[in-house]
Every structure is written in C-alpha cells, then in structure tokens.
C-alpha cells in the first residue's frame, strides 16, 4: 500500500491534468449526475482547482456566469471530464 496519491490519469484526449485547466463535463456522462446538478453543470466550463488525496480524484469549480452563481462540484471522475484548455 501506497503513502503517496497516485498520478492522476490522463483526459479522454491524452491530456495530462494539471490545476488550472479548463474542462467540462462530458454530455454523455452528465446524466450520471444527481437530477439538480444537472442544470448547474450542463454547457458550463469549469476549472480544475486540485485533486484530492489519497484518491487523486480532480476538484472541479464553475465560476459565475450571468445569471448561474458559482458552483463547487468536488470530486470528480476524470472520465467525467474534457479538456477545454490549459489555464489562462
């Protein structure tokens, strides 16, 4: 048994996650989701704030838009996840 997280895998395209990035969820994972995250998660690009230790799982946060507040996702598989871009 490892004392270290483990390295976080890779995006659907290859990608190495790195804090900052900007992702969004899959359209086809999103129904994976509970019904009253959907509305806050859907067609919005989130950013990768960390990972999570011991699971190395990816952090997600969606910033404010227009009328949508800020919304913190957590723990996030990284199946669940596409690269948008890395961070501004």
Known sequence: ???????PKSYRTGETPMPGDRVKIADDRIDTFLLSVHSRIRDREGVLRSFSFPSSKPMVFFPALGRRK???LGQVDMQDL???GRAL
């Open 82 to 84: 596409m690269f948008i």
């Open 1 to 7: 048994m490892s004392l270290g997280a483990e390295t």
């Open 70 to 72: 800020d919304y913190e």
